[in-house]
């Protein structure tokens, strides 16, 4: 599990929460929403992202060259 994730044990991120969990800007955030690859959920007028869809969003991603 990523060490982001793991340092915000919460079951759910708001956008902004989630943004600074992963270090992602907002707009990139509702992009990733909108191409499909981040599920998130609405309560009332909140998109809020569950633990786990950040989990499976951080492992598809790909790993740079640098990293490998």
């Known amino acids: 599990m990523n060490e982001a994730i793991q340092n915000h044990p919460a079951l759910s ?18 992009a990733e929403i909108r191409d499909g690859r981040l599920k ?6 909140r998109t809020l992202i569950r633990r786990k ?13 640098e990293e490998a």
Request: hydrophobic content about 40%; aromatic content about 10%.
């Open 53 to 65: 869809d950040a989990e499976v969003w951080l492992n598809s991603l790909e790993v740079s060259q």
């Open 40 to 45: 998130a959920i609405k309560c009332g007028k």
């Open 13 to 30: 991120y708001s956008i902004k929460d989630f943004c600074q969990a992963v270090g992602i800007g907002r707009s990139k955030a509702y």
